[in-house]
C-alpha cells in the first residue's frame, strides 16, 4: 500500500467497523488517529491500544494531517462529515468509506468533493450483530468479500490503492463492481435476507416457540438481530433495487403457497430441486 | 427404558434418522433388527455393525419378534407399512415413528391399528442436509429437541417409554404436545423457513452471486438443500397450518415493504426493534 506507507491514517467513526480498520491497521504498524463524537469510544479505543491518537471533534489539525481517511460512519452522517469537513482536507488525500449500499451516495459526494482529494467507495462486507469499538475485530476480515466500487471520477492509482488496503488486512475475494452492479447484488444478498429475517421474527408473537427452534431457525434469525438506525438508512438509499427484489421474492414464495394449497408435488418437488442445484454453488466446504 | 430392556428393537427405515437411532441405541447395548428396501443400506450397515440383523423385505418372523418398532418412513410410506404389515406385529409391542407432522397421520394409523398394540408418535427435532444411513449420526440428538404427540388413545406408560428413549438417545428438551399444537410449531418454526430458503434460492437466477455472498446468507439458505419426496409430502399433510404461517408472513414482509416505500423511517425501525428484541428470546449462548 505505497501510496500511504509512512503516513497518517485517520478513521472517522469509530465503532464495530470503523475500529476493526483501527486494530488490523495498527497491527500492521501504521499510525492511526481516530474522531469519534463519543468520548467512550476514543477513551476505550486509546486505552486498549487500538488507536494512537484520538478526538471527539473534528480537529481542523488533525483532519489536515492525514493522508488517508477511512469514514466509517452512517451514510447521512457520512454526506454531513464531508461537507462540513471537506476544506480542512490536505490536498493529495484520498478517502474511502465502508458503506453499504452506493449509488445514493457516491455520485453525491465525488460532486461534492474538491478537485485535489479522491474518494473510492468501497464495500467491506463483514460484521457482526454486536455494535462498538469495543466489539471490534480485524479478524472479521479474514477471508471475507471486500467491493471496490469506483466510478468513472476514479484513478487507477486510487483503485490500486483500496484494493491493496483490502489485501493487508486479509480480506478474501476483493472484486470491483459499478454502484449498481453493488447495490443491485446487495439488494438481493444482504438487504433482502435482513428484510426476511425481521418479518419473521415479526410476523408473529413467537416467543413461546424459542424452546423448539433448532439450529435453522436460529440461523435464518440471526441477523434478526438489527441496528435500527444504520439499516433502515440503508434500506430507504436502496430502495428501488431492494423492493425489486422483494417483489421477485413475494411472487415467488406465492406461488410456492399456491402449490401446496392446489397439491402440486410435482411443481414442489421441481422448486426443490432447483432450490438444492442452486444451494450448490454457495457451498465453500 | 424398562419396557424393553432385553427386547427386541425393530428398525424399519434405513435413512439418516433410521440408522441414527440405530447406531445410539446399539452403542446402548440394544439388539437391533433393520428392515429396509435397499440392499445398500443394509449391507452397509451390518459391515458397520450399525445393526445386529437386516432384511430388504417385510418379513413375518422379524416384524412378531419385535418388542419396540421404531419407523422412520416417509409419511405416505409409513401408513402403507402399517397397512400391510400390521398382523404380523407381537400383541403388546409399541411402535413410534419420527414423522415430521402429525395430525395427518397419528389418528389415521391409531384407528386402523389393532387394538392389542399402540402407536406412540414423536418427532424428534434433528436432522442434516445429508441422506442416507451412510451419513447417520447419533450425535445429531446431542441437545436437540424431542417431541413426544399423544392423542387420549395413548396410555401415560407409552408417554413414558416415548421421553425415555429420547433421554437415553441424549436429547436435550423433551416436550408433550397435542397434533395440532405440534404441526401449528413445525408450520412456523420449520417448514415456513424451509419455505423461505427455498424461495431465496428460485426467485432469481443468483448463481454468479455466490462470489459476492457472506455467512448470513449462507446460514439462510443452508435448508435450501432439500429432500425433495420428503419435504413435499410434509406439507401438503399441514397445508393449512402452513399455507396460515406463510400469509402472515407475506403481510408482514409486504407491510416492510410498503414502509420501505413510503420511506417510514419510524416505522422501519420500531419493526427492527421488536424483531431485535424477539431474537434475543432465542439465543442460547
Chains 1, 2 share one sequence.
Not at 501510496?3 to 464495530?16: E, F, H, P, R
Not at 418437488?269 to 432447483?274: H, T, Y
Request: net charge negative; proline share 2%; hydrophobic share 40%.
Amino acid at each position: 500500500m505505497e501510496w500511504i506507507s509512512d503516513s497518517n491514517i485517520l478513521i472517522v467513526g469509530l465503532g464495530l467497523i470503523g475500529g476493526s480498520y483501527a486494530k488490523g491497521l495498527k497491527r500492521l504498524g501504521y499510525n492511526i488517529t481516530a474522531i469519534d463524537s463519543d468520548p467512550y469510544a476514543i477513551e476505550y479505543a486509546l486505552k486498549n491500544n487500538i488507536i494512537d491518537d484520538g478526538y471527539t471533534t473534528p480537529d481542523e489539525y488533525v483532519i489536515g494531517r492525514a493522508d488517508a481517511i477511512i469514514i466509517a460512519l452512517y451514510p447521512e452522517v457520512f454526506k454531513k462529515w464531508i461537507a462540513d469537513n471537506q476544506y480542512f482536507l490536505k490536498s493529495g488525500a484520498i478517502i474511502t468509506d465502508v458503506t453499504g449500499v452506493k449509488s445514493g451516495i457516491v455520485y453525491d459526494i465525488q460532486n461534492d468533493l474538491r478537485d485535489d482529494v479522491e474518494f473510492i467507495s468501497a464495500h467491506p462486507m463483514a460484521g457482526k450483530e454486536n455494535r462498538g469499538v469495543q466489539n471490534s475485530d480485524d479478524r472479521i476480515f479474514r477471508d471475507a468479500n471486500f467491493i471496490v466500487v469506483p466510478t468513472n471520477k476514479n484513478s487507477h492509482k486510487a483503485i490500486h490503492w483500496c484494493e491493496s488496503l483490502a489485501k493487508i488486512l486479509g480480506f478474501g475475494k476483493i472484486s470491483v463492481l459499478t454502484p449498481s452492479e453493488h447495490d443491485k447484488m446487495i439488494g438481493f444478498v444482504s438487504q433482502l435476507t435482513h428484510c426476511i429475517a425481521i418479518s419473521l421474527m415479526t410476523c408473529s408473537d413467537n416467543k413461546h416457540l424459542a424452546d423448539y427452534t433448532g439450529d435453522s431457525f436460529r440461523d435464518l434469525t440471526r441477523i434478526a438481530k438489527i441496528n435500527e438506525t444504520m439499516w433502515s438508512e440503508l434500506f430507504l438509499l436502496n430502495k428501488d433495487f431492494l423492493t425489486e427484489e422483494m417483489d421477485k421474492f413475494i411472487e415467488e414464495f406465492d406461488s410456492i403457497k399456491q402449490m401446496i394449497k392446489n397439491d402440486d408435488v410435482e411443481g414442489l418437488k421441481e422448486k426443490m430441486r432447483l432450490s438444492t442445484e442452486r444451494r450448490s454453488y454457495f457451498d465453500i466446504d
